[in-house]
Each structure stands twice: as C-alpha cells, then as structure tokens.
C-alpha cells in the first residue's frame, strides 16, 4: 500500500491540494494519504516549524505531496526556510526538477510559435541556499551581511549525473547554465566536473552557456534548450522564467527528489502560496495536480500517471482563456480522469 | 575639452565601437578620444591585463566608452575580471544603469502589445561579485568551492539612494528586489535599508518583490515596472532578460558611474564580445550609440545626447526587421544626427 504524506501549508495550498488529492485517489484509490498541519497557522499555535518527530513521520512514507509554504504575516522566509527548506534538506532533495512542455491551448507569453519543451535539472541542496553566511554590526551604518555558496564535487557530480541520464532519454542535449566568467571557483568547478562527465556520455551534446545569456536565450530561442543543469539560486530564477513562459506558474509541477531514493521525494507546483488570492477559490490546482502525476511516475505507476497527463492535456486545448474557479477546473479534470483519455497517450 | 578614454575590446567590441566614435565626434566635434588597446590581443601579447599605469591614465578622462571584454581563447573569466571589473571596482562604479524603453518598430519577443520602459538600477561593486571565496582539495572527489556575497550597509544605502532619486524624476515607483525569503543575512539587510530610507522619500511608491517572481512578472507584465533596484548578480540576470524583451540585446546601453563623481564613468552596451559574429561586420552598432548618448546625458551635454537618442528612435521605426551591415546602420544613425530630428524632441 502506497502511503503519501500531504503537506497542504499556506495561501492556496489547502485548495490547490484538496483537488490534487481527489485527482490522485480517481486514478489509484487505494493509494493511502495522511496529513500534516505544517505552515502559519501551526507556527501562529504553537511556535512549530518542523519538529525532528513530525519529519521523522514524513519520513516513513512513499512520497510527500506539498501545497504552499508562505505566508506574509510572519518574519520573511521563517516558514520557507524553516519548513520547506528544511524539509528538502533534511531528506537530502539534491536533484529538483521542473520540466515545461508547451501544451495547445495554454496562455502564450511569447510572441511567434516557439514552443519550450525542456527540463530544468536544478541542484537542491548546494549553492547559496545553505544557510551559511552571517552579519556584523547589523541596524549600524557599518553592517556587513555575507551569504556563501557551497559547492562540492560530490554535490555537483551527483547532480549532473542526473542531467546526463535524463538527456539520454529525451533530446540528448545538455546545456550547463552558471556564471564561471565571475564566479570563478564555483563556476570552475561545475565546468570541470561536466567535462569530465561528458566523456561517459558520448551521446550527448553538451553545451556551456552563462547564466544570464540563458535569460535572453529562453525568450528569444526556448527551442534551443532540451536538458538545462544548475545550480539551487540559477535554478529558482530560471524555472520562475520558463514556467512562465510555458503557460504560467498555474501549470508548472516539480519534484524535489533524493537520488538514492533513501528519502521519499517531494512533489509540489512551482508556484508560492499567493496570500493575494488566497481563499477566494480562484487558484488555478493544474500545476498541484501534474505534481501528483509527476509524483506518480516516480513512484513506478506510470500508467496512472499518463492518465493525468492526458487528462489535463485534454483539458487545457478545451479550456480558454477565461479564468475559472478552482473547484471546476479540478472537476474538469477528473471527469477526464474517469471517462478515459480521449487522444491515445503517446 | 572633453577627453574620453575609448576601449574597443575584443570580438565585436572595436567594430561596434568604431561607429559610436564617429557618431559621438557627429555631435560633439571638439571631444577629444584617446584609444586604450585593452583586452585578448594586449593580453597575448604583453601578458597584461590592466596596469596600474593605464588604469592612471584612463582615471585621467572625463568618461570611459567601452566596446566589449571577453575571448574564447583565454580562460573563462581572465579578461572579464581583469579588465571589465577591475576597471568597476577600481573607479568605484556602484551605480550600474541599464534602462530599457521599447521603441516603435524594435523586435517584438512578448505576444500582445506589452510595452517596456523602466530602470534597472544595479548594485555594482558588492554582492557575490567582490571575487570573494576558494576553493579546497581542487581537482579531487572532495572539492569544496566557495563563493561569498559581501553586502554591507553604506554599499546598499548609496544604491538605493540612487534608485530613489531617480524614481522621483520617472514614474515614482520602485521596485526593491532580492531574495530575503532565502538570503536571509543579506536580504534583511536590502530590506530594512530600502524601508528606512523610503520614509524620505514619501512620493515614491515602494514594492518589495522576489527575484524569482520578478522573473514572472518581467515577462507577463512589464508595464507594472519603473524603477527596480537590485543586486549585483541579480541584477546582471535581469538586465538580459529585460534587453532581451525591450527589443534585444543590439538596443541595451549601461552606464557605470561612481556616484560621487570622482571617478569617470564607464558606458558600455549590455552585449558581450559575440566572439562568434565577430570580424564580419554584421553586429548591430545600436547599443554601442546609445551608450555615447548615456555618456552625453552624464557629462551634462543634454543637447547633444538628445539628438542621437532621437536619431535611433527614428532610424529604428523605419528600419524594418532584416539584419542590416554595421556600418551600414551607423551611418544611417549619422545622417539622421547630422539632418536634425525629425520629429521634434520632448
Ligand atoms: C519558497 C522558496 C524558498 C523556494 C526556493 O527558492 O527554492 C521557491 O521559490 C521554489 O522555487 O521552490
Ligand atoms: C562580462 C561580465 C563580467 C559582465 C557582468 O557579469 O557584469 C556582463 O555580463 C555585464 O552584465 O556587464
């Protein structure tokens, strides 16, 4: 029996995850779910973020299905980096993906009819995302506030493996996005590691490029790109971009994933918890739902993730463009869900 | 007499530059230009970079006009570091201005009529750039690389001070953005600066807004944009995205100026080298014009600056979207200079 831990947190979260739920129990109703109350409203109670025991229930599932953590009326980033952050590096989350596929019908943000479909294979556990760093004479004219980015061979190799094994299954090009023009050590260092791994991957075309002639290269040419491998900051920046550019962060899914699959994974949309429409059953749950369907696949039952996949394929060329309430769009869905696909999956 | 040092550079740098001279001496025939040989041929040749005596004499100018820094055949980053930000750092330019304005008839890269027409305002001498960090156990399975973002109170103030004023002679709005929800020591610090000293400003509108969402919004609404003001490496990552949207690359100017004047200024286009368009005379001058425009409106000549600003307004409504020869395109610019506008100034 499956057992899925659901994490609903903040903002939309609840929404967006309570149709992501109902999704996921129409393909696989055998499938197991227990909740877990993280977020603003258990920090508010009992000054709680993640506790040693709460992670440590977490831990003895097959996988976490995540809303939103965020929320505006406590300190910035105590819940992301407290919750979120936490949780990703506890369960050592060091490969975290997000893939954009155009699909008919979504909103289009750039002009003529280039269409993304490429994979972001973003480090999760690195970078500038550790933690390190401190300050000096902080509220005086003289505080100084320093961030360090720690990379380490190991860290990158096992992340770009990752990338490389995922390009041979897809398009077989690999584009390596950091800034080794300036940031000269860490920089240095993911440039030889994916050399020298390029060598084992002969059948895959590699391809450096700087993290900001990326940002021009995504608008002006997404096609280029098939698989891209980053680093945690470049990662959060670039998937903000190509989500948007894909059809909006309301149809981009992710997964936080532990390689050596010790740790179950984790599987949330890219998007935050949008205290700003928040309540009001707006949220679009698409991008919640393919995190399930993404889920799914990592778990082995392909099939049932093909069929959520079809079914919002088939939705989104129906949909519109007009905006609708959360709980219909969730219903559209699993209606696809039930009545089967209606093109053949591929 | 205005004296202006003059650094072609590598790759397309000393073709791009070669127009932009002769539209500057277009305007203002008593300026004087000494040429500076800077760059991958200096660096082959003499094994120099940037000595401390060149560095003396160009400190002797009233501005700096750059081309562009960077060859495929040194090692990543030597001539960038040793030159571009050399120069940055030692004259102290920690005001970096990328404006980006759509102008009618410029590539389109967003679907509908989104115009742009805002301020990045970057931080240019802090942030991860300091070429602070190291590297440990290099080469082997257990390499560490470090990279540190210092940040420090004075460096922040007098950015966002700069942001600030020139909000209040725009749209009175300004956009603060960092990462504080993640870099906590050096977003608290960006974040309390920017509200401090928005008490002083009550006619600016001030918004704080996520890097990764900036992303978003960047590309789905970009008329919501003014001012943003951000940091070093931030703002490096946005200032392609917004070239890339404003009409491309071949239309960004920057300027690096030290605030207090001491030092001259440098002005440069936002695009690099284009090693691989190089010596075929097809880059577009564009950028390089508009940077001697950017250079005009700091040393006071409005007038002056005015005209060529104007001219490649009109020169780009009319210029259709094939691919025009450098030169071409500059002297295009020229007559249109030496005819006086054609449509009259605001
Ligand atoms: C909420 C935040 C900590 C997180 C991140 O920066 O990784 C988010 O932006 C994301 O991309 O998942
Ligand atoms: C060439 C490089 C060092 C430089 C930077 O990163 O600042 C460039 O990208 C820029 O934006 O001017």
């Given at each position: 029996?499956?057992?899925?831990?659901?994490?609903?947190?903040?903002?939309?979260?609840?929404?967006?995850?309570?149709?992501?739920?109902?999704?996921?129990?129409?393909?696989?109703?055998?499938?197991?779910?227990?909740?877990?109350?993280?977020?603003?409203?258990?920090y508010?109670?009992?000054?709680?973020?993640?506790?040693?025991?709460?992670?440590?229930?977490?831990?003895?599932?097959?996988?976490?299905?995540?809303?939103?953590?965020?929320?505006?009326?406590?300190?910035?980033?105590?819940?992301?980096?407290?919750?979120?952050?936490?949780?990703?590096?506890?369960?050592?989350?060091?490969?975290?993906?997000?893939?954009?596929?155009?699909?008919?019908?979504?909103p289009?943000?750039?002009?003529?009819?280039?269409n993304?479909?490429?994979?972001?294979?973003?480090?999760?556990?690195?970078?500038?995302?550790?933690?390190?760093?401190?300050a000096?004479?902080?509220?005086?004219?003289?505080?100084?506030?320093?961030?360090?980015?720690?990379?380490?061979?190991?860290?990158?190799?096992?992340?770009?493996?990752?990338?490389?094994?995922?390009?041979?299954?897809?398009?077989?090009?690999?584009?390596?996005?950091h800034?080794?023009?300036v940031?000269?050590?860490?920089?240095?260092?993911?440039?030889?590691?994916?050399d020298?791994?390029a060598?084992?991957?002969p059948?895959?075309?590699?391809?450096?490029?700087l993290?900001?002639?990326?940002?021009?290269?995504?608008?002006?040419?997404?096609?280029?790109?098939?698989?891209?491998?980053?680093?945690?900051?470049?990662?959060?920046?670039i998937?903000?971009?190509?989500?948007?550019?894909?059809?909006?962060?309301?149809?981009a899914?992710?997964?936080?994933?532990?390689?050596?699959?010790?740790?179950p994974?984790m599987?949330?949309?890219v998007?935050?918890?949008?205290?700003?429409?928040a309540?009001?059953?707006?949220?679009?749950?698409?991008?919640?739902?393919?995190?399930?369907?993404?889920?799914l696949?990592?778990?082995?039952?392909?099939?049932?993730?093909?069929?959520?996949?079809?079914?919002?394929?088939?939705?989104?060329?129906?949909?519109?463009?007009?905006?609708?309430?959360?709980?219909?769009?969730?219903?559209?869905?699993?209606?696809?869900?039930?009545?089967?696909?209606?093109?053949?999956?591929?």
């Amino acid at each position: 029996m499956m057992k899925i831990a659901v994490i609903p947190g903040d903002g939309i979260g609840p929404e967006v995850i309570g149709q992501a739920v109902r999704t996921l129990h129409e393909v696989a109703p055998t499938v197991e779910t227990s909740y877990f109350d993280l977020g603003a409203r258990n920090y508010r109670a009992t000054g709680r973020l993640l506790d040693p025991e709460t992670l440590d229930e977490i831990r003895h599932h097959d996988a976490i299905l995540l809303g939103a953590i965020g929320d505006p009326t406590v300190p910035a980033g105590t819940l992301e980096r407290g919750i979120l952050l936490e949780m990703r590096f506890a369960l050592d989350h060091h490969i975290n993906l997000r893939p954009t596929k155009t699909m008919p019908g979504a909103p289009r943000v750039l002009a003529g009819d280039a269409n993304l479909d490429l994979l972001v294979v973003r480090e999760g556990t690195e970078g500038p995302y550790t933690g390190n760093g401190g300050a000096l004479r902080v509220g005086t004219p003289h505080e100084v506030a320093t961030e360090v980015s720690v990379n380490t061979r190991f860290g990158v190799d096992r992340l770009l493996r990752e990338a490389f094994e995922r390009a041979t299954v897809r398009r077989h090009r690999l584009t390596i996005v950091h800034k080794p023009n300036v940031l000269a050590f860490a920089g240095s260092l993911w440039t030889r590691a994916a050399d020298e791994l390029a060598v084992l991957y002969p059948d895959v075309e590699v391809d450096h490029m700087l993290v900001d002639a990326a940002m021009l290269h995504l608008v002006t040419n997404p096609a280029r790109f098939d698989v891209i491998a980053t680093d945690n900051l470049f990662g959060d920046l670039i998937t903000d971009l190509t989500s948007a550019l894909g059809g909006g962060v309301g149809l981009a899914a992710s997964a936080n994933i532990d390689g050596s699959r010790r740790n179950p994974g984790m599987f949330e949309p890219v998007h935050g918890s949008a205290p700003d429409i928040a309540g009001r059953g707006v949220a679009d749950p698409t991008a919640a739902i393919l995190s399930v369907a993404l889920m799914l696949h990592h778990l082995g039952l392909s099939r049932e993730a093909n069929t959520i996949d079809q079914a919002v394929q088939d939705h989104i060329a129906s949909r519109g463009q007009e905006s609708c309430p959360t709980e219909q769009i969730g219903e559209q869905i699993r209606s696809r869900v039930a009545s089967g696909p209606l093109t053949p999956p591929h």
